[in-house]
């Protein structure tokens, strides 16, 4: 409804029930209705940033010591009061604030200033757009010859190690780990004495894109970083995909996998450590998943 029509709503009620009123009296009545304070120096407080470990929205419980004990050991949302039988508003702002970060988390890509800045060699898979990528994960899993010849041309083929990232269902987790987690995995390398190339970036990318890759490369050992499946807990959460000599087929129990590494889990730094690590035994032992003995 714009301006000039309300004017005529409230000249007409008006006048239904005090009969006729002085049109500047109306004037002002749409102006004090339709004015909105605005304050450019403030902002609202970012709700996602309050800790929900440590937050107790149940008024006057019987034990707030025990219920903040629970709510300090799992970031799943209890404590959260209510207001009759519905939740507050702000347990309610809350869940859908996480759930748009989760969203966005999938629908976004990651930044191309970000792959330049890490030296990242950038290919894709099949998948032409997300749409495609979430509906056909098949896609997902493959490389055009094309994108095969320019990795064998910029990486090479036969490494020892070969480290991938890819975007997978987070851009965001890749965004705030992989940097910090591929340097402690080089650097743990390093002390072992086993050398890794230029880290392969893949965008549209499912686990099992490596399979393809590591074929085609011959490459021994497989490491990839991709952005997991987004929930309300966090929208940053990675994982490392390990496999010894992967190849297309490779059954899911082939592979090690590291998961949960963000800042509220295994943080990133102590993740590459752990990961450098389990690469050497791989290499030692010449197996990974259910065949690491």
Not at 196 to 221: Q, T
Request: proline share 2%; aromatic share 4%; hydrophobic share 40%.
């Amino acid at each position: 409804m714009n301006e000039k029509d309300l004017k005529a709503l409230v000249e007409q009620l008006v006048g239904q029930m005090v009969g006729d009123i002085d049109s500047n009296i109306i004037e002002e009545t749409i102006k004090k209705t339709t004015e909105t304070a605005i304050d450019n120096d403030d902002c609202i407080d970012d709700i996602t940033q309050v800790n929900i470990r440590k937050q107790l929205l149940v008024k006057n419980p019987k034990d707030a010591e025990a219920y903040l004990d629970m709510k300090a050991k799992t970031p799943a949302r209890i404590g959260l009061g209510r207001c009759g039988a519905r939740y507050k508003t702000e347990t309610v702002l809350r869940f859908r604030a996480d759930h748009a970060a989760a969203q966005d988390a999938v629908f976004s890509y990651v930044n191309e200033d970000f792959i330049t800045e890490n030296n990242l060699f950038a290919i894709e898979t099949l998948c032409k757009d997300k749409d495609e990528y979430l509906t056909r994960p098949d896609l997902g899993r493959k490389f055009s010859n094309e994108a095969i010849k320019l990795t064998k041309e910029k990486v090479g083929t036969n490494q020892k190690v070969l480290i991938m990232a890819g975007d997978g269902l987070s851009s965001a987790a890749i965004e705030a780990n992989l940097k910090d987690c591929v340097l402690a995995i080089k650097q743990g390398l390093k002390i072992y004495g086993i050398e890794s190339g230029e880290v392969v970036f893949v965008k549209h990318c499912r686990v099992g894109a490596m399979d393809h890759l590591g074929e085609e490369l011959g490459s021994e050992v497989i490491c990839m970083l991709v952005g997991e499946r987004p929930g309300l807990v966090t929208a940053e959460s990675m994982s490392a995909y390990i496999a010894y000599k992967p190849y297309i087929g490779m059954a899911e129990a082939k592979r090690t996998v590291i998961s949960n590494i963000h800042k509220g889990g295994t943080t990133s730094v102590e993740a590459g450590a752990h990961i450098s690590e389990l690469l050497k035994t791989i290499l030692d032992k010449k197996a990974s998943g259910i065949d690491l003995k």
